[in-house]
């Protein structure tokens, strides 16, 4: 897992790749998950300008009440994560015209992947680099369960929790 920065118009742009870039040339791969967002789009909107509003927050706690403001004259940087797959598709995009830059905490580019590896033990000398698939499963770990049984995932998951909204 890679931890990273991006400004609200940067993240605007990768939901844009989702709805409009994607379908457009055919590449499921493009496709990201997103969570701790959610989006508005209108499918009739120009290309890289379906995305109408962007909400911070989750079905837990909730979600902004205002959206979130993806000018490009908002300069805030937003903590993301994702793995390596995603970050390198994000200079891939650019060959779109789609110009996101993975960024440290104080807003300067990351050159090299590497650096935004997520340490699990920063303790422990060396990387002890977080898989994708372990955030999984300890996240599955962590629903309740009775003695002996396996973990019970929330009915919630047995479809989109809507963080796509298609206007």
Request: charged fraction near 25%; proline fraction near 5%; include cysteine.
């Amino acid at each position: 897992m890679l931890a990273f920065y991006l400004t609200p118009a940067e993240i605007k742009l990768g939901l844009e790749v989702i709805v409009g870039v994607a379908p457009l040339i055919g590449a499921d791969s493009f496709f990201l998950q997103v969570s701790g967002l959610k989006f508005e789009y209108n499918k009739n909107g120009g290309l890289l300008d379906m995305v109408t509003k962007v909400w911070l927050g989750d079905e837990e706690t909730g979600y902004e009440e205002t959206p979130l403001d993806t000018s490009k004259a908002n300069n805030q940087l937003i903590r993301c994560a994702a793995n390596l797959y995603i970050a390198q598709m994000l200079s891939v995009v650019g060959s779109y015209g789609i110009e996101i830059t993975i960024k440290d905490e104080n807003g300067d580019p990351i050159e090299n992947l590497g650096e935004a590896i997520v340490d699990m033990d920063p303790e422990k000398g060396g990387i002890q680099e977080l898989k994708l698939w372990r955030t999984l499963i300890d996240h599955v770990k962590s629903l309740p369960a009775k003695d002996g049984e396996l973990p019970k995932i929330p009915e919630r998951y047995n479809g989109p929790l809507g963080r796509m909204i298609r206007k």
